[in-house]
């Protein structure tokens, strides 16, 4: 499958590198095992430049809107640069276009908020960061607005809350497409068992 991970301006870095590791790794996974890897990967941006990230980070695409190949599965990371892109008619029109030949579409963080006001996610569960809840609850043709949950499913949408549930997500999007068995080796080969050394209240 081809998997566009899209990249722009103030995109937030663990919000797509997070779940750029799950996805990679299970292609790693099947060549452990000497089976060919299913998955072709890759970071799209409008004009297929180079962007800075929300840190600092700076990320080189390899394709533009215009030279992307059909997507079966498309992600939208989240960051202060979804503010702007939500108002991108570039980029919502290829949210639109491509979402709609999409076997998943996904998010993480206010990725969401992208995927609501292009369309994909209009009327439907999702969720978001806890600090923009507000902001998906005021975008036109929102539907029920999920809090305290890392993930929500809603057919063949899946959003994710803040930054590190990007990787929850991928995980379990790993595990619905090839079985609990290969998602747990995923989980495993990046050591994945966070420990947080606070607790916080949400």
Same mark, same amino acid.
């Given at each position: 499958?081809?998997?566009?991970?899209v990249v722009f301006d103030d995109a937030e870095e663990l919000d797509f590198v997070g779940p750029w590791e799950v996805l990679?790794?299970?292609?790693?996974?099947? #060549?452990?095992?000497k089976q060919p890897a299913p998955d072709s990967i890759f970071l799209?941006?409008?004009? $297929?430049?180079? +962007? @800075?990230?929300?840190?600092?980070?700076?990320?080189?695409?390899?394709?533009?809107f215009a030279t992307c190949p059909d997507l079966n599965i498309i992600l939208v990371p989240?960051?202060?640069?979804?503010?702007?892109?939500?108002?991108?008619?570039?980029m919502l029109d290829f949210v639109r276009r491509q979402s709609a030949r999409c076997e998943w579409v996904t998010s993480v963080c206010t990725g969401s908020l992208v995927l609501t006001a292009a369309?994909?996610?209009?009327?439907?569960? #999702?969720?978001?960061?806890?600090?923009?809840?507000?902001e998906l609850?005021?975008?036109?043709?929102? $539907?029920?607005? +999920? @809090?305290?949950?890392?993930?929500?499913?809603?057919?063949?949408?899946v959003?994710?809350?803040?930054?590190?549930a990007g990787i929850d997500m991928a995980l379990w999007l790993t595990g619905e497409r090839?079985?609990?068995?290969?998602?747990?080796?995923?989980?495993?080969?990046?050591?994945?068992?966070?420990?947080?050394?606070?607790?916080?209240?949400?």
């Open positions: 499958m081809n998997i566009g991970i990679t790794s299970s292609n790693q996974v099947f #060549a452990w095992q799209v941006s409008e004009n $297929g430049q180079t +962007v @800075r990230c929300a840190k600092g980070m700076r990320v080189e695409a390899d394709h533009s989240g960051g202060q640069g979804t503010r702007r892109e939500m108002k991108n008619p570039a369309g994909p996610a209009q009327g439907k569960r #999702a969720t978001t960061h806890w600090g923009a809840i507000h609850e005021a975008i036109d043709g929102v $539907g029920e607005v +999920v @809090r305290d949950q890392r993930y929500v499913r809603d057919g063949n949408l959003t994710s809350a803040g930054v590190s090839f079985g609990k068995e290969h998602g747990a080796l995923v989980q495993k080969s990046i050591q994945y068992a966070p420990e947080p050394p606070f607790e916080v209240a949400w």
